[in-house]
């Protein structure tokens, strides 16, 4: 087990957020707290150490880092934004240069990943929640994805879509395990946006796939 989670959070303090986020992704950084609690959480389960990791539009990085400083067996994080994912390798050899990562670019709907069975998989990944008008729902192809690939998975949701979510895991014959609730500050980061910072009531889910 690595060291505790302040530790990591203070680490983490130290990615850099996107330069341009797009809206249509939805491309909001992920925050050291938030990130730094979803993966010792996790990591007291038992799903990082020793564990395949791989994170879903990891954006600049701060999940797949936060993994990979827990002592896991690889990690991998899909991103098909370019320009985040040069920011994400940057990230890794400010944070920690000796941990290892795989950035792949690829959309989330077509992975170039095989995985050797998926009992020694862990899922981690801040999903665009869907607010942006026609893409309600955008987490749907994230679960759909993670759950085809992963024993267990960690995600970021909407507090509203619990009933989404519950009905999604439980048509794949998925359970919840565990649930606790995050409330996630946004910055400003588009010239429409009114506040400087904005929270948001999330929850994050520990989904036992079939």
Same mark, same amino acid.
């Given at each position: ?9 203070? *680490? ?10 797009? #809206? ?10 938030? !990130?730094?609690?979803? #993966?010792?959480?996790?990591?007291? *389960? ?17 999940? !797949?880092?936060? !993994?990979?400083?827990? *002592? ?6 899909? $991103? ?10 940057? *990230? $890794? ?53 993670? =759950? $085809? ?17 519950? !009905? ?12 606790? =609730? ?20 999330? $929850? ?7």
């Amino acid at each position: 087990m690595a060291s505790g989670k302040k530790k990591l959070e203070l *680490n983490l303090s130290r990615v850099a957020d996107f330069e341009n986020p797009n #809206i249509k992704y939805e491309q909001y950084m992920t925050s050291a707290e938030v !990130a730094s609690t979803m #993966i010792h959480v996790a990591d007291m *389960n038992g799903d990082i150490e020793d564990k395949n990791i791989v994170d879903l539009g990891t954006g600049t990085g701060m999940l !797949a880092i936060g !993994a990979a400083l827990r *002592n896991p067996k690889s990690v991998v994080g899909i $991103e098909k934004d370019r320009n985040a994912l040069s920011i994400a390798k940057k *990230n $890794e050899d400010t944070v920690s240069p000796e941990v290892v990562v795989e950035w792949i670019l690829a959309d989330v709907k077509c992975i170039p990943i095989k995985m050797v069975g998926k009992e020694d998989v862990t899922g981690i990944m801040n999903p665009p929640f869907g607010a942006q008008k026609n893409h309600k729902y955008a987490d749907r192809i994230f679960l759909e994805e993670i =759950s $085809e690939i992963s024993s267990v998975s960690y995600s970021i949701h909407n507090c509203d879509s619990i009933d989404f979510i519950k !009905a999604f895991v439980e048509g794949r014959g998925g359970v919840i395990s565990h649930s606790y =609730s995050v409330t996630m500050e946004l910055k400003k980061s588009q010239k429409f946006h009114t506040k400087m910072r904005k929270k948001i009531e999330t $929850e994050v889910h520990r989904i036992k796939w079939k």
